[in-house]
């Protein structure tokens, strides 16, 4: 049976299953550890379906996999006509997280 989660990190949602690897914003906590995480809603092949207001009592286990560093983005500043450029970059940390457990 497949339970699909709705979850909630980082100020942002996720579907996800069971043996799922996510990446999600950085989350202090060391490698092979345990977070869990907050669940909104959960529902399975049989059309059972759980909902939350705003959360349910339940949690979603997962284990942190990774840290790592996303993609760099550049941030630009520009004024016209006084020649006035300044160009930064900008590196975000990442935790890939396995969802081990659906309850």
Do not use: C, W
Request: proline share 2%; hydrophobic share 35%.
């Amino acid at each position: 049976m497949v339970k699909v989660a709705v979850i909630k990190t980082g100020g942002k949602q996720y579907l996800v299953k069971e043996n799922d690897i996510i990446t999600v914003d950085h989350i202090d906590t060391p490698e092979k550890g345990k977070v869990y995480l907050e669940t909104l809603a959960v529902f399975d092949e049989k059309e059972l379906f759980k909902l939350g207001t705003p959360a349910l009592d339940i949690k979603t286990q997962s284990e942190v996999v990774g840290q790592t560093r996303g993609d760099k983005i550049r941030v630009a500043r520009f004024k016209s006509k006084v020649r006035y450029r300044k160009v930064k970059g900008f590196k975000s940390f990442l935790t890939k997280l396995q969802i081990t457990k659906i309850e």
